[in-house]
């Protein structure tokens, strides 16, 4: 168990950039969950992914993010045109299968838009 | 919808005293409740949960909380704080069924300042 792991550590990017997150959860987890968390604030819930399916968005998901399991393993998060607003830390977690409620979360993204 | 509130922003307690951080939840039946505890510019690492069962549930640490039905609160304790604890605390409830797949509900968290 090598936990849920998240690349880039750091993005620094000009505003209208295009930007892409990774996130590989731990290998038994099926559930996976992507948040949120600006300056001073909790994190918030974006999306949630049961297996490849993506089953829940936030309404804080604009049309600028998309979020893909393509084969139910890693995840990517993209924005695209960012804006200064999109400068935060983003935090992916996993949960089993079965017999478990918790998320374990990576040590996220933090992205800087200029 | 459920709801997290975290009335202190910021504590600051002495290296060896006691530690109380408060957290009330709206949620409309028996929730799940966490503490997460989060150090600078890093994850979240999970303390302690609550699903059912005994109230007072332990965790790593040292820490414990009691979940209060009757206050909807789930207040994180330590009887003892090291200097190592100063962090940013966050309490987040989750959803157990129906159509939120477990998402979590934070709060707006504590940071916890130690003095040597």
């Known amino acids: 168990d090598t936990g849920v792991s998240q690349d880039p550590r750091h993005k620094i990017t000009k505003r209208g950039q295009n930007v892409t997150f990774r996130c590989d959860p731990i290998?038994?987890?099926?559930?996976l969950y992507w948040y949120r968390q600006t300056l001073g604030q909790g994190p918030e819930f974006l999306t949630y992914?049961?297996?490849?399916?993506?089953?829940?968005k936030s309404r804080l998901l604009s049309d600028r993010f998309s979020a893909e399991r393509p084969k139910g393993s890693f995840s990517t998060l993209e924005i695209q045109r960012t804006e200064q607003g999109d400068s935060a830390m983003y935090l992916c977690?996993?949960?089993?299968?079965?017999?478990?409620?918790?998320?374990?979360f990576g040590p996220g993204t933090r992205l800087l838009v200029l | 919808a459920q709801s997290v509130t975290q009335p202190d922003i910021h504590i600051t307690v002495s290296e060896g005293a006691s530690l109380e951080l408060r957290c009330n939840y709206s949620?409309?039946?028996?929730?799940?409740l966490f503490w997460y505890v989060q150090s600078p510019g890093q994850g979240l690492q999970l303390l302690l949960k609550?699903?059912?069962?005994?109230?007072l549930v332990q965790g790593i640490k040292g820490f414990e909380a009691e979940f209060k039905r009757s206050q909807s609160s789930f207040n994180l304790r330590k009887p003892s704080v090291h200097w190592s604890d100063a962090a940013e605390y966050f309490c987040?409830?989750?959803?157990?069924?129906?159509?939120?797949?477990?998402?979590?509900?934070f709060g707006q968290g504590t940071i916890l300042t130690v003095h040597p």
């Open positions: 977690a996993s949960r089993p299968t079965r017999g478990g409620e918790t998320q374990y």
């Open positions: 992914f049961q297996n490849e399916a993506q089953l829940e």
């Open positions: 987040a409830v989750g959803d157990a069924g129906g159509t939120s797949y477990g998402k979590l509900t």
């Open positions: 949620y409309g039946a028996t929730p799940y």
């Open positions: 609550y699903f059912s069962g005994d109230t």
């Open positions: 290998s038994e987890h099926n559930r």
